[in-house]
């Protein structure tokens, strides 16, 4: 059975940082992408961060981009994501995902099929 859960949440305030990590059990990371999306209240989920499978190349949200660093251990099946200056914005559910994305939509939901149970990310202002 495949799991992926999450840690590291919590409160931030803004200019901040967390570190957010995901560990899967059950399935191998190795061979797959990995992402990070979150989702806010009464706003759709949104693709933050995506990592080939080997690391090697990433891909950001524009609102994300030059805060936010997707990094992936392979030996220990972990993919983390470290959240630097953070804004109140950046409130919200963060979930961790698995799949294989098309070229060019790594950070579209429907190329997961498996997910965590999220971790809660709040930041005030």
């Known amino acids: 059975q495949v799991r992926l859960v999450e840690s590291g949440g919590g409160l931030a305030p803004a200019g901040g940082s967390l570190r957010l990590s995901c560990a899967a059990s059950?399935?191998?990371?190795?061979?797959?992408?990995m992402a990070w999306f979150r989702q806010a209240p009464g706003k759709e989920r949104e693709g933050v961060a995506w990592i080939s499978p080997y690391g090697e190349h990433t891909v950001y949200d524009g609102s994300v981009k030059g805060r936010f660093t997707i990094s992936r251990d392979n030996a220990a099946n972990t993919v983390d994501l470290q959240m630097d200056n953070l804004k109140p914005e950046d409130t919200a559910m963060y979930y961790c995902?698995?799949?294989?994305?098309?070229?060019?939509?790594?950070?579209?939901?429907?190329?997961?099929?498996?997910w965590g149970q999220g971790t809660q990310v709040t930041v005030s202002s």
């Open positions: 995902a698995a799949g294989r994305p098309v070229l060019g939509w790594e950070l579209r939901s429907r190329y997961y099929p498996y």
């Open positions: 059950g399935y191998s990371a190795t061979g797959n992408d």
